[in-house]
């Protein structure tokens, strides 16, 4: 269905964080996982103001212990080496904002252009707005891909990561 440029050098990332305003909001939570489905999930430590909607859907998933805004650079360049790999994100945007502001500009463990799956779904005839607005329609594409929704916990960085890696991987087959 899909024939990608890089086939062996991508992850999946997906982030949660305290706001969508970047200059208000924090990095919550970052999940990535490799095409061979090795994963990091790490929650990091904030004590800051959360949005209303945060607040309901984010702060509740997040029960794994915290590690520092200094410690999580460390930790995601330890996992991913020295492959400079390509990143596909559902939104890249805010992840990106968000990653750049824990490593600095210009220092990211992964390509600084980076895949918007968005434009993907755009590309393959998927509307991507109405993918992410309408859930019965992301469920029947879903469910076309023949993808378990009951996997993944929605609004969960890692779960995220994981959906998206699995249905790259069905796309591209």
Do not use: C
Request: charged share 25%; aromatic share 12%.
């Amino acid at each position: 269905m899909l024939e990608p440029y890089e086939k062996q050098n991508i992850i999946f990332i997906d982030t949660e964080f305290s706001d969508l305003d970047p200059y208000k909001g924090e990095i919550l939570s970052v999940g990535i996982v490799k095409q061979s489905g090795e994963e990091l999930y790490l929650e990091l430590d904030y004590d800051g103001e959360s949005s209303d909607w945060v607040n309901k859907n984010i702060l509740p998933l997040l029960t794994e212990k915290k590690v520092s805004k200094e410690d999580a650079p460390k930790l995601i360049r330890s996992f991913l080496g020295d492959a400079l790999p390509f990143a596909v994100a559902f939104v890249d945007n805010y992840d990106l904002i968000y990653l750049t502001k824990i490593f600095g500009a210009g220092n990211l463990p992964f390509r600084w252009m980076t895949v918007d799956f968005a434009s993907i779904l755009f590309a393959i005839g998927v509307n991507p707005v109405k993918f992410q607005l309408d859930s019965a329609g992301a469920r029947s594409f879903y469910k076309k891909l023949g993808i378990d929704m009951k996997k993944y916990r929605q609004h969960h960085a890692l779960d995220d990561a994981k959906l998206l890696r699995d249905v790259w991987m069905k796309i591209v087959q």
